[in-house]
């Protein structure tokens, strides 16, 4: 493919990006809503269940139509996979498209003294989601199995609070292969919050320090500058005296 259509076809990929990311959420808490809701609810009508099915399979299949879109936009579509992991995770379960917040944090226009604040904002959304997202999931996965611990909502919140935190109390413990697979995702992410706020506190450190260290600099470099032009200006003087002086002194004869 010529250079030309490469950039076409990326001007064409941002172009729909910009039209389907907030449809995408918009989809995405609607599923994660009705979805909370089928599994929480366990006295819904019948009717209202069916409702809540058709409405997560169209929801689904927007997804599943929105990734295939964005992979023939991709220039290398197997490596356009392995980088979006959210995008194929949002066909996997929708739920998890609002964690697109996350990629404000490596928005490199978020700097200094804001990038803090727009980073603690966004793991905090981020990690909100992701409990409820994961509470969910571990219910309908752990509810009703033998030896569980997990029967309520309030039991998987519960789980899910402490498990992202990774200080796993012990008391509420998956038994199911998919409820533990949930707990990793959890933990994973919980130490990866951790690590993205100490890392931006760290930076915003650095950056003040840099900056400071830079105002210093300057400063030295102006007082500097500053006495070279007073040290000039008396020497001009002195050799101005010098040769008026010179100038007085009869011949020598």
Known sequence: MT???KQDRLERAQAYARRADPVMAVLAMIFLVVFTAFVVLQTMPPWLRVTCVVIQGLIWAAFVVDLSVRVTY????????LTHPLDVLAVLWPAFRPLKVLAVISDRRFRGGAAVVRTSQAVVVAGVLLIWVCSVAVLAA???QMDSTIETFGDALWWAFVTIATVGYGDMVPVTPAGRAIGIVL??????????ITASVASWFVSHSQDDADDNAASRDADHVARIVELEGKIDKLLALHEEREGQLPPRG
Request: proline residues 4%; charged residues 30%.
């Open 3 to 5: 250079p030309e259509g």
């Open 74 to 81: 991709a220039d290398r579509r197997l490596r356009w996979l």
């Open 142 to 144: 752990e509810r009703g």
């Open 187 to 196: 933990m994973v992410v919980g130490l990866a919050l951790v690590a993205v």
